[in-house]
Nanobody
Framework: QVQLVESGGGLVQAGGSLRLSCAAS????????MGWYRQAPGKQRESVAS???????DYANSVKDRFTISKDNANNTVSLQMNSLKPEDTAVYYC?????????WGKGTLVTVSS
């Protein structure tokens, strides 16, 4: 059983920063991919950023040069540093883990960016 617990959401003004963290516990394979998705009201869930256990990263075009994803393999944690936040970044952010071909999701954390 794998559990993901997110933290770090909140309210911030446009141009501000937030840092999200996600900790995975349970039977997590050493080779895995962790990442963040988000879902804004009335929109589909979309990928924001991901990072493999080997350190390969991928970002959505909308967040490149503003967001940075990082991973601590020893502790199975992933973080998302979000800078220069925009109102359109407002969404529920979900942590995602792919381990041994199984996809796990966190419950989500709300990020609200005011203009």
């Amino acid at each position: 059983q794998v559990q993901l617990v997110e933290s770090g959401g909140g309210l911030v003004q446009a141009g501000g920063s937030l840092r999200l963290s996600c900790a995975a516990s349970g039977n997590v394979f050493s080779f895995n991919i962790m990442g963040w998705y988000r879902q804004a009201p009335g929109k589909q869930r979309e990928s924001v950023a991901s990072i493999s256990s080997g350190g390969i990263t991928d970002y959505a075009n909308s967040v490149k040069d503003r967001f940075t994803i990082s991973k601590d393999n020893a502790n199975n944690t992933v973080s998302l540093q979000m800078n220069s936040l925009k109102p359109e970044d407002t969404a529920v952010y979900y942590c995602r883990l792919v381990s041994a071909g199984i996809i796990y999701w966190g419950k989500g954390t709300l990020v609200t960016v005011s203009s």
